[in-house]
């Protein structure tokens, strides 16, 4: 297997911290309540498909039949979607910046509704700016962990499997990584990341 020469991130809970619970326990005082909407209205599986393409306009509409008691807090989910996204993970900012600063190529494939990215990148120019191409699952309609989105990716990127090292929070997007013939990482820390990083020869320690 050849160096790795390029780096490709995931960005929710790898250069940036997610969670619904966030924008929610701003809506719902009572913690039993917040956990039970949580687990059984806006499901994980249930935002899936707007990383998968569809359009909220939709799922809500869906959700808010099934749930009609909770219509207004489902629709607050696509206006306030930025607040469910509060801040960096600590560090990881840093190794990008490192690594652009170095003349790493860096590329990004997320999980992440199209119309949602839109709202949201904006107000990261300064980060994302670095990176030459990011693949939008909501974009794309194909989702990590299907080796589609990979193999698209890498033609995207000009970069066969070998060429980069791919970092991701979830295992089974690490593993369909790994299948693609790309050096995957499970994010653990920055610190752990940027570790791997100097192992490989692409930040100096």
Do not use: C
Request: no cysteine.
């Amino acid at each position: 297997m050849g160096t790795p020469k390029a780096v490709i991130f995931d960005v929710g809970r790898v250069l940036f911290e997610w969670d619904p619970r966030y924008l929610y326990e701003r809506l719902i005082e009572d913690d039993r309540a917040l956990e039970a909407f949580l687990a059984n209205v806006v499901t994980k599986e249930w935002h899936f498909q707007h990383d998968a393409g569809r359009p909220f306009a939709e799922t809500s509409a869906e959700l808010s039949a099934a749930y009609s008691e909770h219509a207004e807090l489902i629709h607050a989910w696509g206006p306030r979607f930025n607040e469910t996204i509060p801040h960096e993970v600590p560090g990881m900012p840093d190794i990008v910046r490192a690594l652009d600063a170095a003349g790493v190529p860096l590329f990004a494939i997320t999980n992440f509704s199209g119309e949602f990215w839109r709202a949201w990148v904006p107000q990261y120019a300064e980060l994302f700016d670095r990176f030459r191409d990011i693949v939008v699952s909501g974009d794309e309609k194909l989702v990590k962990p299907d080796p589609a989105i990979y193999a698209l990716a890498l033609k995207r990127f000009g970069l066969k499997g070998p060429d980069a090292v791919f970092v991701d929070d979830s295992p089974a997007n690490v593993e369909g990584a790994n299948a693609a013939g790309i050096h995957g990482v499970l994010f653990t820390s920055a610190e752990d990341f940027r570790t791997e990083l100097v192992r490989l020869g692409l930040l100096s320690s």
